[in-house]
């Protein structure tokens, strides 16, 4: 027989089971139903009063729901437990049962995080890469770098494939590669490693440290990840030149991290739950971006601040900054397994979907003409 396993909340868990089910002897059929619920402590890396605490919010509420209130979530805001790019550690050793982050974010651990969201950008969107995990072998490397490589106690989904990250923000304007030297610029994972190929110093700040970090000059320029984030944090207030689109983390999505031993104590249907409610926060965290993203990006507008998309000659210069970066990625054997797989993949899927896709940027111009003229 196999051994069961046992640890200390899991003896708590099944003790009140086992009460409730003495108790049933002798009181009516619905008593025996009723029992407390498991609360899982959940932090995610942003502050309470960023989109993302919302979205991780959305992620509790659906797995309240599905698991008929058996499951709670007590979702944490960064710095409740620990730092915000603490949350790994926290989960690995116990202190949290989840994590709401991104692997970006433990970057500083092992390199190859940065490629399960923030890696080269082959021709794919986050979509593209966000299928990879699920569908290309991605989630399979991911488990072998966590568990395998890194010997860590921890389960991770992705979840809601964010729209590719602007460029960011800049107290002038940056047409050219030239107008990038000497810049002191904030950002994480490889993109700091690419954005020094283009003649920028890097600092690598949780979004909350920002602004902060602008006004006592430790940074002049930065990006974060969104119009809505952007803006509730103040960027606008440190900076107004606003540019839209870049190749430095534009198919990225939340991870979603669980404590191993914490979720094989649970019940298969409430393992299932956690797992599948990922996917159901991922279509919802959509739409939610989607519209408050635009409505942000309108108000930010308003308020004077100047939006712009970013020139083609610096997108062309942070392709060639990754074609130089790669190959120093492919030196470690597991880096290039996880890039070989990602090309792979984006040549067959991404061939499909821009082949397929019809222009919509000229069906926007015919019924909105000259808004996207900026």
Known sequence: MKPQKYDRRSFLRKSALAGGAATGAVLAAPAV?????????????????DIWDE????YGRRVEEM????????????GAVVAAFQVLDAVNDGLLDAAHSVPVYWYGKNKAASLFGTGPVFGGSATTMLSWFY???????????TQDIMGLDIVGYMGFPMFAQPFGWFKGEVNTVADLQGFKYRTVGLAADLMQKLGMSVAQLPGGEIVPAMERGVIDAFEFNNPTSDRRFGAQDVA??????????ASESFEFLFSRTFLEDLDPDLQAILKYAVEA?????????????????????????NVKRTSKEILDAQLKAWD????????DEFMKRCLDSQREWVEKVAYYELMNAPDYALAFEHYFPGKLAL
């Open 33 to 49: 139903l009723a029992q407390s619920p498991i609360v899982m402590k959940m932090q995610t890396s942003w502050p309470a009063s």
């Open 55 to 58: 979205f991780a919010k959305d």
């Open 67 to 78: 698991s008929g209130g058996r499951l709670k979530i007590d979702v944490l805001p960064a």
């Open 135 to 145: 569908e290309g072998g991605g989630a399979e490397l991911y488990r072998e770098l």
């Open 240 to 249: 107004t030149n606003y540019y839209l689109s870049s190749y430095h983390q």
């Open 281 to 305: 926060a991922s279509t919802a965290n959509t739409a939610k971006a989607m519209r408050q993203y635009s409505t942000d990006l309108a108000e930010l507008q308003e308020a004077g601040v």
């Open 324 to 331: 130089e970066l790669i190959p120093e990625l492919e030196q």
